[in-house]
């Protein structure tokens, strides 16, 4: 009776998983739809509207079982990948850009990093000499765009190779959480504190002040897991308190957001247009939007990087926003369960590492676009426009994934020698 | 699709879309609330899970006691914060102490946090600056508190580097000078499935030089007394002779005791609470000096620095622990004890060579292989484990004289299979059960209530290699752990 009990517990459980599945096929299937209709028949429109259910069903359901990934984690991020898709094909309809195509692009390429990464985490058992070639190259890249680099809207953070523009610090962003939590792991405390300096300096060196930012709360919430020591974190939250008053004094275009942010009316036409549009959108909406493909976007600089939040409540309401700020809550929530849960310190450090990142890059646009903090420069995970920090948010939660599949090894290992065949690990 | 038709379209969209979102986040919370209290209860069903072992303490000065265990994840620090891992509040122990990591092929990796220091069995950590390894059943000394790992898993590790494998072999039983036939060495398998090591065992491959701390803590055989040889030596013989085969009758007198009483199982002693480092063989020729614990001071402590190797015991000395054991034998030894007359614990004590009493491991051990000549006297035989097929030494039944002067006494009494006892008339293959000689098999022992005070439910007294917990009822299970861990208590 137990038995067949916890086996119907059991179906319950991944039809109510499947569910998930499903009801995100159907939004993407008919938001895509509505758009196809919109004016005309849109192949392209189409195309998304049957591809994009397919990736998110093969992914969630296929690979990551295959790959023991874990499948919340994978639904949730296939949605936002998905809906910025959505939201930039939305918009390309009006502005006659195919950025949406591109996301796509972005969007499988993430995902296949995202595989590669998760088995990197399963495969590599010895991180030392991976690490130091991180260190190596993640020193180089930050460094570059100070010596190559493009400014590109007041930051020098941009280099151009070949064609192809590169984004260094979206990339060692990533290398940051292994670097910092392999060495903090190990106990060395020098080595992942000059490493974070020269990231820091590379950084205000190139006026990356949003990069900066999030770089060094991660690295705070991250010394404070692995240490516990309040008063060295709140010495370095003083720091980076005194830190933030010399660039106030320091560099203009921090006094300006900070005008703006304080009011952006007073500047309407030149520093605060782009805040005083984004809250104008976001008001004009109301509680359900404008409707989907309606409303202006393209009012707003940026729309479809910094400000891609403010379309999604336009054209969806405040709810809908409400509702991703709740994915992206149990984004971290997971992060924080798979950290909680490791049974090694590295590898909780780096999956708190990925949480801290992620987590304080969303808090950081969003509360900017919503003006609750100064507005940054930062793309907003999985949703904003751009190959880099497309592709470095997608490694970033690999990273994640493979914390978490070793995690289910271990629970399974401890089931196995324990006779608790039924039980299932949960994370 | 007409502009207006489409916004009339998009405006009721906005619903059904925001319907699926609202779908979306609920079964997302619903999911994560889910396995995140399916994870809970697993754990609390499994709470081992995420530890490798536990650190008996043997000896603290703090508020342990003697007995007490803590628990060791995989990494972490000891120390006296409340922050540590394993807290160790106890003088000589500094904030964070040690830096521990577990190496599945290794063992737990010990390193020293700044200036402290620490030693275990195998050495100090001022002279292994790389780390040192402990493998189940290591001693650790850190500030006043002496340590004992025992392990969950990974109970056969690889040597430090350095070192080679750990071959173990039995040590040869007394017995064999006798004329028994060697016992085979046992090959204990490789891995978490692997059978607890009797105490008869050592590591033979870990053949410290004299004098470090490896080579003290694991003794050679000691020398017999020629009292234990000859008497040990004719107990064994009569054993053999009388080896029972199918069909051959059996004695049923018993000439030694109730089949209830057990040697070796009155005392529980916390130097026995891991098993898989022999016990420290008294030596001959050591005299019984002094009623404590003979220690050696192993490393200078500096004056000011925080917790220096602590004082190392030197098992090679006899102590007096076993002594004091021994002056209160079990009143049933003194039943079937023959004519001798006791001398006054003074006497005793003071020149006679001192045989210490087996281990509760040992006895185990020894039961349950001479239960393995049961099927022999009608018994059906039954498929057993490996740890019980372990071979044991042939002197486990000789306990009783260690207090008696008079022992050429001993040599009167007839040997318990001789030709003569088993030509007996009331002799039959249908022996009464209260004199049947043999102890029951050890799966059999707490159907008949042995030893329920003192044996696991795994019939040893050590953890299983495997894992803790060895239940296919998770509720048994569960229980089990809470009663070993915490007394019965909650968590």
Known sequence: ?427 | MPAEIYEVVALAARFWFLLLMGLIVWYSYRWYARERRARKRLLDELPDAGFVGEFVVMRSTGKFKQGDALHVPFEGTLGMLFDNDIVLDASGVAPRHIHFRYDRKRGLKMLPIKQNNFCTDRGSSEDSPAGLFAVHGTRLYVGDCELRLRMFEGYEVNPPPGETAPVYVPIPPVGQEAGLPPAAPAPIPYGPAAPVQADGYRPAGYAAPAGSFYGRGIPAEPPASPYGRRIRGRFSTGRVETSPTDGESVQTANPYRSRRTVYGFKRVSPDRAVSGTPEPQVQEAAPPQAEETVVKPTAPTAPGERSACAPVRDDTLQTAEPIRQEKTPPAAETVHTPAPEPEPAASASSAKPVQPKASRAEAIQRAAASADAAPAKGRTPEPRSAAHRLPAAEDELFQPLMDEDDWDSWEEIPAPHTPAALQQPQNNNDPDEEDWPYLSRPDQWRTEGLFADLLDDDGTDAAQPGGAYGSRDMGTTARRMLSRYFKGGGR
């Open chain 1, 1 to 427: 009776m137990a038995k067949r009990r916890e086996r119907d517990d059991t179906d319950r459980r991944k039809k109510q998983e499947k569910m998930l599945v499903y009801v995100e096929m159907i939004f993407f299937f008919s938001a895509f739809l509505l758009l196809t209709l919109k004016e005309g028949w849109d192949w392209t429109g189409f195309l998304l509207a049957v591809l994009i259910p397919v990736i998110i069903y093969v992914t969630t359901v296929w690979l990551a079982g295959w790959l023991r990934a874990d499948k919340l984690l994978m639904a949730i991020v296939n949605f936002l990948c998905a809906l910025g898709v959505l939201m930039l094909h939305t918009t390309d309809r009006i502005a006659g850009f195919s950025r949406g195509i591109q996301q796509l692009g972005h969007y499988g390429l993430g995902l296949v990093v995202m595989f590669c990464c998760i088995l990197f985490v399963r495969i590599i058992r010895r991180w030392k000499w991976p690490v130091r070639i991180l260190l190596a190259l993640s020193v180089i890249l930050i460094i570059l765009p100070v010596l190559i680099g493009k400014e590109i809207n007041g930051a020098q953070n941009w280099i151009f190779i070949g064609g192809f523009s590169l984004q260094p610090s979206e990339i060692v962003k990533v290398s940051l959480g292994i670097i910092l939590s392999y060495y903090m792991s190990e106990r060395r405390f020098w080595t992942w504190f000059v490493f974070l300096a020269i990231c820091m300096g590379a950084l205000m060196l190139q006026r990356d002040l949003g990069t900066a930012l999030v770089y060094f709360t991660a690295s705070l919430i991250l010394f404070y897991a692995h240490s516990g020591n309040v008063l060295l974190t709140l010495a370095g939250l003083a720091g980076a308190s005194g830190a933030a008053v010399f660039g106030y004094h320091a560099f203009r275009h921090v006094q300006n957001r900070v005008a703006a942010w304080k009011n952006p009316w007073s500047d309407y036409h030149n520093t605060g247009y782009q805040l005083a549009q984004t809250l104008i959108a976001i008001a004009s909406a109301g509680l359900t939007g404008v409707g989907l493909g309606l409303g202006s976007p393209c009012d707003i600089p940026y729309y479809f990087t910094d400000f891609i939040f403010a379309i999604i409540c336009e054209q969806f309401g405040l709810l809908f926003g409400i509702f991703t700020m709740v994915l992206y809550a149990i984004i971290i929530l997971r992060g924080m369960s798979i950290a909680i849960h490791t049974r090694y310190s590295f590898y909780g450090l780096l999956a708190m590492a990925v949480t801290a990142l992620l987590g304080m890059q969303t808090f950081i646009i969003i509360g900017g676009v919503l003006k609750l903090i100064p507005l940054t420069g930062i793309t907003l995970p999985f949703v904003s426009y751009g190959g880099t920090s497309m592709l470095s948010c997608m490694a970033l939660i690999g990273l994640l994934q493979g914390v978490s599949s070793i995690n289910q090894d271990e629970m399974k290992y401890d089931s196995q020698i324990s006779c608790a065949e039924e039980a299932q690990p949960a994370v």
